[in-house]
């Protein structure tokens, strides 16, 4: 929890939870998962309070497998919902994140707090969800096609400063910080369905995606557009590059550098029409996720560093 205006902010998080299914006519059609609560007698979407400590994002998927019983993968962010709740005595703002969330298997176990989940189609969900909050967050989903492909945009992990090192910069490694910084972020990048690695070829960078590596087996293609050497002059050719990652409904990861990062999001979302806020923050150990539909950029989100 955190403070706002003198009283606690309670913060929870989940997600619209969602598969591919054969509709009635043959057809591949999108299905969402809701789930009843007997305690309410509500129909909602799969969502929880934090723990103490825990992230927006550990927390979705932490509540999703308790209340679902299915292992998912992240896609792209569907907003907050901030509401007031009556809490014992007294009224506590509550904050909500939602992200798409890939069903990749799981079954549900009826349990005290959820006794139902039905798998529907978008349309139905929409109708059957009690709240308004809910059924905005469900056709926040609907608004967007639900498969897309997500690049995780990542600067490096802290690697000291360039007049602390003697050797050549381009072998600058990470200090102790930034491999604690490294180790987070293969948490991180482990819940999106990553098949592919490729970074800027200075030391710093590949040490950060290394440990990613080894936990999803894939190897680190090194390329020249992402590092400060080959950006310069060519920033469309790295925006174009950016755009052409990954494939439908799975996840590449780029690791590059703090002086181009701010400057190619900015970019991309101008280019594309997509409204992102400047400064654009990029800290090092930190991600961008970009979704795009095709080449089009859908949804963008900042994951600050997960070690400090």
């Known amino acids: 929890?955190?403070?706002?205006?003198?009283?606690?902010?309670?913060?929870?998080?989940?997600?619209?939870?969602?598969?591919?299914?054969?509709?009635?006519?043959?057809?591949?059609?999108?299905?969402?998962?809701?789930?009843?609560?007997?305690?309410?007698?509500?129909?909602?979407?799969?969502?929880?309070?934090?723990?103490?400590?825990?992230?927006?994002?550990?927390?979705?998927?932490?509540?999703?497998?308790?209340?679902?019983?299915?292992?998912?993968?992240?896609?792209?962010?569907?907003?907050?919902?901030?509401?007031?709740?009556?809490?014992?005595?007294?009224?506590?703002?509550?904050?909500?994140?939602?992200?798409?969330?890939?069903?990749?298997?799981?079954?549900?176990t009826p349990t005290r707090e959820v006794d139902q989940l039905r798998w529907v189609p978008v349309p139905e969900a929409v109708d059957t969800l009690t709240t308004d909050r809910d059924q905005k967050v469900m056709q926040a989903f609907a608004a967007l096609p639900a498969v897309a492909r997500t690049v995780l945009l990542v600067r490096h992990g802290s690697a000291g400063s360039r007049s602390s090192w003697d050797g050549d910069d381009l072998t600058r490694p990470l200090d102790e910080l930034g491999k604690a910084q490294s180790d987070g972020l293969t948490w991180l990048l482990t819940r999106f369905d990553v098949r592919d690695i490729v970074s800027s070829h200075y030391t710093r960078c590949t040490m950060t995606v290394e440990p990613l590596s080894s936990a999803v087996g894939l190897s680190i293609r090194e390329e020249f557009l992402l590092s400060e050497d080959g950006y310069a002059g060519r920033e469309h050719d790295a925006a174009t590059l950016l755009?052409?990652?990954?494939?439908?409904?799975?996840?590449?990861?780029?690791?590059?550098?703090?002086?181009?990062?701010?400057?190619?999001?900015?970019?991309?979302?101008?280019?594309?029409?997509?409204?992102?806020?400047?400064?654009?923050?990029?800290?090092?150990?930190?991600v961008w996720s970009l979704t795009f539909a095709e080449q089009r950029l859908i949804a963008a989100e900042y994951f600050p560093p997960l070690a400090n």
């Open 1 to 108: 929890m955190v403070e706002q205006a003198g009283k606690p902010v309670v913060r929870a998080a989940g997600g619209v939870v969602w598969r591919q299914a054969v509709g009635a006519n043959g057809d591949q059609e999108t299905e969402v998962a809701i789930i009843h609560r007997p305690r309410y007698d509500d129909w909602s979407i799969p969502k929880g309070k934090l723990v103490p400590g825990e992230s927006d994002l550990e927390g979705a998927i932490r509540e999703i497998a308790e209340e679902t019983g299915y292992r998912v993968r992240v896609g792209r962010p569907l907003g907050e919902v901030t509401y007031v709740k009556r809490m014992g005595t007294e009224d506590r703002q509550k904050v909500v994140r939602y992200w798409s969330m890939f069903a990749e298997g799981g079954m549900f």
């Open 243 to 286: 755009r052409s990652l990954g494939s439908d409904n799975s996840a590449a990861v780029a690791c590059s550098h703090g002086d181009m990062i701010p400057e190619l999001v900015h970019r991309i979302g101008l280019e594309d029409g997509f409204g992102i806020e400047t400064p654009v923050p990029s800290k090092k150990g930190s």
